[in-house]
C-alpha cells in the first residue's frame, strides 16, 4: 500500500511549495516508496491525521503517522534500512545537520524576504488572512516592505550561497557524487521559491543553478512536475550529430 | 616511524597559528598516529620538503611527501584506512566539503577581519614585511583599518555562526555525537583566532565556545598545549559533593 503524504498546495491543487514537504517527497523517492499525495492547505489543520504539530508534512504508512520532515526522514531511514540510505551513516546524519542548520538560518532566511509576498498570492482566501497575520507579525511589517527592495538584495543573497556554490563547483551533489537528504534539504528551499514566484533568484550560469537543475532530474524529473516559474520555454529537439557545446 | 609534519609558528616557536595546520595536527591524533612538528616560518619556503606548494601543512610519511590540508586527510584516510574514519564514508565526505566551504567563506574571512593585525604581530620581522604586504594587497587596505571597527563588526561576525550555532547546541559535535574531519576544519578556524589574538571572538555562553572547549578536550588536550589567550585562570578543584549546576 503506497503511503499517503499531506502536502501544502496553492489554489491550485498542483502547486506544491512548501520546503518541508519537498524534503519529504525527495526521501520518499530516494528510497523507492510509492506515494499518494493529499493537497492540503493553511487552515486545515482538522484535517490531518493524528498525531499532528498543525503542519505538513505528515504521512501514514499503513497504521503509523509520522510528522516532522525530520522526523519522517529519520522513519524511512529506519524503517526502509535495506533501501539506498538517506544519510549515509552516523557521520553523514550528523553532518546533515549542519546542511539543515545553513539552509533554515541563511537560505531560507533569505528567499522568504523575496518571495513572501508571492506565497501570499497563491492561496486561498481564507489561508490568505492567516498567512498574511502570521507573517506580519514575525517580520514587523507588510508582506510588501519585507518584499520592495528584493532587487537591491539580491546580491547580498547570492553571495550568501557561496559554501553551496563553491560545494555543487566541485561535486555533482552537496553530499558528493551522489544526492543524500541534505541535498533535498537544500533543494526544498529553491523548489519552494520556484513553485510559487516568479522572481528568478539566482543567476542562470550560477553553477547552484546547474545544481538546481541535477535535482530537477532525480526520480523521472519529480520536482519538475510541479507547476514553476523558471522552466525555459521547451526547444525542439536538436538535430543528431548537431553541436551542442559552447555559448553564443 | 613518527610523521613529521612542518607547522607554521609565530616569532615563539610554540605558538602554531595556521588553521591548515591545525586540521592536519586533529586528523593525525585523530588517527593515532604519532607526529613530530617542525616549526616554520612564511617567509621559509626553501625548508620544506618537496613537493610542497609553499605553504603548510607538509607531512613525510616514510618516503612520502603530501602537501596542502585536504590532500593530507585524503592520504590519511587512504592509507590508514584501519584507523578511525575522517570522513565516516562517502557521503561523510561530500558533506565535509560544505562545511569546508562555509569555514572558508564565512568563518575564516571573518575571523581575518578581527584578528589579522594581532596576527601581524606575532611573527618575525622577516615575515612581518611579508605579510603585510601581501595581506594589504589582499584587503586594499591597512592591517590597522581592517581591524578598526572589529568591535562593531563582533555582532554580526556572531551572528554568522548560525548554523554552526544550532548544530552544536542540538547535538555534541558538528558531525554528530563524535567528532569527525569536519570539526576540526572549523575548529582550526577558531585555533588560529585564538592562539595569535586576545580578541576573544565567542561569547562566554556561547554554544559554540562549549563545542570549541569539547574539541580542545580532546586526545589528551591538544588544542591546548599550544600558547593562547582565552584560557580562564585555573581554579581550585571544587570539593567533592559541591554543587556544580546552576549560575549565579
Request: glycine share 8%; hydrophobic share 40%.
Amino acid at each position: 500500500m503506497a503511503i499517503t503524504m499531506y502536502d501544502l498546495a496553492g489554489t491550485e491543487a498542483a502547486r506544491r511549495f512548501s520546503p518541508f514537504c519537498w524534503r519529504a517527497k525527495m526521501a520518499l523517492a530516494h528510497k523507492g516508496l510509492a506515494v499518494e499525495t493529499v493537497p492540503w492547505h493553511f487552515t486545515e489543520k482538522d484535517k490531518l491525521p493524528t498525531p499532528n504539530d498543525g503542519r505538513v508534512p505528515v504521512i501514514v504508512d499503513g497504521d503509523r503517522v509520522v510528522h516532522d520532515s525530520t522526523a519522517i526522514a529519520d522513519y524511512l531511514e529506519q524503517h526502509y534500512a535495506d533501501r539506498p540510505s538517506l544519510f549515509g551513516g552516523d557521520t553523514g546524519r550528523g553532518l546533515t545537520r549542519f546542511v539543515q542548520n545553513w539552509t533554515e538560518t541563511v537560505l531560507q532566511v533569505g528567499l522568504v524576504r523575496l518571495v513572501v509576498l508571492d506565497i501570499w498570492r497563491h492561496i486561498g482566501p481564507a489561508d490568505q488572512d492567516y498567512f498574511r497575520k502570521s507573517r506580519e507579525e514575525r517580520f514587523g511589517a507588510s508582506l510588501e516592505e519585507v518584499v520592495r527592495d528584493r532587487e537591491a538584495r539580491l546580491p547580498a543573497f547570492r553571495a550568501s550561497l557561496d559554501p553551496l556554490r563553491r560545494t555543487v563547483e566541485r561535486q555533482p551533489f552537496v553530499a558528493g557524487n551522489s544526492p543524500s537528504y541534505a541535498d533535498y534539504i537544500v533543494f526544498g528551499a529553491f523548489q519552494w521559491a520556484r513553485a510559487i514566484s516568479e522572481f528568478e533568484v539566482l543567476a542562470a550560469d550560477d553553477p547552484v543553478r546547474a545544481w538546481r537543475g541535477r535535482v530537477l532530474d532525480l526520480y523521472g524529473g519529480l520536482g519538475r512536475r510541479a507547476p514553476a516559474y523558471d522552466e525555459p520555454p521547451p526547444s525542439p529537439p536538436p538535430h543528431a550529430g548537431e553541436g551542442q557545446g559552447g555559448g553564443s
